[in-house]
């Protein structure tokens, strides 16, 4: 087979720029997919029970990017959703992220009262303020309400998904869940925030949908590498794998998900409760507050957060720390040296990115390196 590019991948990344050059640039594509289906790790699906599930955990779609907006919406209609999420504390299910509604719901009145003063008066109303800066506080007020925040909602999930604790892992980690100043009970505050109308596998069908675009799935592209002529690669694989791990293994966490299904209308009051504190699982989430479909049953899944092991699971997260920054960062280096191989992605970049920040990495390696080149 004869084309101009091999596109390993059929992700956000991946679809994404087989549509941008099989479109725009009027090139030949394949893309080589190891799954059995594409979409990535947004992949969904109707379960037995008719419940539009997501296979690889809860995809909330959320961006402050218009341009990621409107490409998307090029080829899905939305359904309008802000994420919900309580956490299990004290047997109480409160919101997170931790917010003045959650201060009230766990303290006595007349202490709620005088930490929303405090902490408005330090950092402003409809402040975010990352747990790891909040335990640096000196007023003894506030010490006391980071310390019950560390314990309650960030240690035993950190530890649970990670292996490790909050202060072990990149800051970044867990300032994408701050305690906010706020009575906001939205998990997120983008400006765009919704479900693709009929699901991400039908907004990736149409993505993908292009007569320039040759889709191969359940194929390893390294077993059929050698049977192609192709001007250039888009590799959005772990980086790792690319290089025969010649540096040795980039460590990435991995999640077992088991999904059940009860003949009742709704399991639990929003779409995500997290369990920092209890059992080994780290959250659920029950697909119809997504969907938003009426169906006499409901399907919800559990995440049981465990390491990474080669032919063994699947690398769903990098891990962001100092000493893989640098095993990451030696293999970067040698992909500077391949002029024909575009790495871009979650794997390829070991970057902990959102599904929106995958998309406007793709839209712009686009236009950047590929569409000036033209
Ligand atoms: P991927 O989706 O991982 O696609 C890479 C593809 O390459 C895969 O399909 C893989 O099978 C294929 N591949 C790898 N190696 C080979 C090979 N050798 N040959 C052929 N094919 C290969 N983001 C959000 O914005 N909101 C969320 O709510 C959210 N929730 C998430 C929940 C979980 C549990 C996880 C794991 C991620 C979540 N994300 C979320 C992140 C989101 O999944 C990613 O940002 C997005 O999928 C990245 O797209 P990608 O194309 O870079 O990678
Ligand atoms: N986190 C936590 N408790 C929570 C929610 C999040 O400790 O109740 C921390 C945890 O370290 C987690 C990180 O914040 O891995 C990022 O959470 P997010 O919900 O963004 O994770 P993702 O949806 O990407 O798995």
């Not at 309580?86 to 997170?96: C, T, W």
């Not at 003063?117 to 506080?137: A, D, M, P, W």
């Not at 925040?149 to 999930?157: A, I, M, R, S």
């Not at 920040?357 to 569409?371: G, Y």
Request: proline share 4%; charged share 25%; hydrophobic share 35%.
């Amino acid at each position: 087979m004869n084309v101009d590019w091999l596109i390993v991948g059929a992700g956000f990344t991946g679809s994404i720029l087989a549509e941008r050059i099989a479109n725009i640039c009027d090139e030949k594509v394949l893309l080589v997919e190891k799954r059995n289906h594409i979409a990535g790790n947004a992949y969904d699906f109707y379960d037995e029970h008719g419940i539009l599930v997501h296979k690889y955990g809860p995809h909330i779609f959320h961006t402050n990017s218009k341009k990621v907006w409107d490409y998307l919406s090029e080829f899905t209609t939305w359904r309008h959703y802000f994420h919900q999420v309580l956490a299990s504390i004290d047997g109480k299910q409160v919101p997170i992220p931790f917010n003045y509604n959650s201060i009230y719901s766990v303290f006595p009145l007349s202490f709620a009262q005088n930490l929303e003063k405090t902490l408005t008066e330090r950092f402003g109303y409809g402040k975010k303020v990352s747990i790891l800066k909040l335990l640096e506080e000196e007023s003894e007020d506030l010490k006391f309400l980071a310390d019950y925040v560390y314990k309650n909602v960030f240690l035993g999930y950190t530890l649970k998904q990670w292996g490790v604790k909050p202060e072990e892992i990149d800051k970044s980690v867990t300032s994408r869940v701050p305690i906010y100043l706020s009575r906001d009970n939205r998990y997120f505050q983008d400006t765009y925030q919704a479900i693709p109308e009929f699901g991400y596998t039908k907004m990736f069908q149409n993505i993908i949908n292009h007569p320039n675009i040759k889709l191969l799935l359940n194929t390893n592209y390294k077993e059929i590498e050698d049977q192609i002529t192709f001007k250039k690669i888009i590799y959005t694989g772990p980086l790792d794998f690319y290089f025969d791990y010649e540096f040795g293994h980039l460590p990435y966490r991995s999640l077992d998900f088991s999904f059940k299904n009860l003949k009742q209308d709704r399991y639990q009051d929003v779409a995500q409760v997290n369990y920092p504190n209890e059992f080994n699982f780290t959250r659920i989430t029950e697909f119809k507050h997504l969907s938003g479909q009426k169906a006499e049953s409901t399907s919800f899944v559990y995440e049981f957060p465990q390491e990474y092991e080669i032919g063994k699971n699947t690398p769903y997260y990098p891990i962001p720390n100092e000493e893989n920054k640098i095993l990451a960062d030696k293999y970067k280096q040698k992909t500077k040296q391949l002029d024909n191989v575009i790495f871009a992605g979650r794997l390829a970049d070991y970057q902990y990115y959102n599904m929106d920040q995958a998309a406007a990495r793709a839209l712009s390696i686009f236009e950047k390196q590929i569409l000036s080149s033209k």
